[in-house]
């Protein structure tokens, strides 16, 4: 997690606030030891900075989805600034983002989407070392940076407010995961209840965001985004072998059929947008 007293040699902290202006390699802020406030500020002017790595799937626990052990894979911020060209790189980690004002989430999907790079994580903006070799996941499974506005999924996670560990303080709060690409509500699973966001925005050509089922951070759902989802449905939870059952065995025959005309659908509009 990122940490205020914990910092690399290209980075200075006062108050709660982390300014990196490190112009070329690499800092690595450490995962530290959760503590019980949030930093006010992380500014990454130039450079890289990277989290060192959160989960342990060596550790009994630790590296699982559900489950899994809190300890010190969450960072918590109240402002997250990154300048072009600049990134920070997520790792295996997740973050609780307490924003005010304006929500960022759409600068976020931006930052992402660059990051992102066509499916390499080798961009700037926010990246994941971890989804560039999906790290912790079950063999030929995809992973990335899950991010939603609390308010979609506080109810996810229980009258506790606690997300990955650390608390939600309020609605204002975006919560980014190490997961799945397919993990709508970044619940550490993708099922059923993820199938009917995507379900329900499929084909929405602009605008889109995790939530939507946009896993690719393009701000639309397609089948690309179709095709993550379904390539990673009921997949093995972190840390665990155990094989995942497939889409089509899962949905009952009704919800199946359902599911064709789908995907007919959107093979049928792209046609009529070609012509």
Not at 65 to 74: L, Q, V
């Amino acid at each position: 997690m990122l940490e205020a007293g914990n910092v690399g040699a290209g980075a200075a902290n006062t108050g709660g606030k982390v300014v990196v202006n490190r112009v070329a390699d690499t800092d690595v802020l450490n995962r530290g030891v959760n503590d019980t406030g949030a930093l006010n500020q992380v500014t990454i002017n130039s450079g890289t900075v990277k989290i060192s790595d959160g989960r342990d799937a060596s550790s009994a626990n630790n590296g699982t989805i559900t489950g899994e052990s809190t300890t010190n894979k969450t960072s918590q911020v109240r402002g997250l600034t990154i300048a072009a060209g600049a990134t920070l790189d997520l790792n295996t980690n997740d973050m609780v983002y307490d924003y005010s004002g304006t929500s960022p989430l759409q600068t976020l999907r931006t930052q992402l989407q660059s990051g992102f790079n066509s499916g390499s994580w080798n961009g700037t903006g926010i990246i994941s070392t971890g989804a560039q070799t999906g790290a912790l996941a079950a063999p030929g499974h995809k992973t990335a940076v899950g991010y939603v506005e609390a308010s979609a999924v506080r109810s996810t996670f229980g009258d506790a407010s606690l997300f990955s560990g650390a608390a939600v303080p309020d609605n204002t709060t975006i919560l980014m995961r190490y997961t799945y690409a397919g993990d709508n509500n970044v619940d550490g699973t993708v099922d059923l209840t993820d199938f009917t966001f995507l379900a329900a925005h499929f084909n929405q050509q602009t605008g889109a965001t995790w939530i939507d089922g946009d896993y690719n951070y393009d701000g639309k759902v397609d089948l690309t985004d179709f095709t993550f989802l379904a390539g990673n449905f009921n997949a093995a939870a972190f840390g665990d072998s155990a094989p995942a059952a497939s889409l089509g065995s899962v949905v009952p025959e009704p919800a199946s059929f359902g599911l064709l005309g789908l995907v007919a659908g959107g093979l049928m509009a792209r046609r009529r947008r070609r012509n």
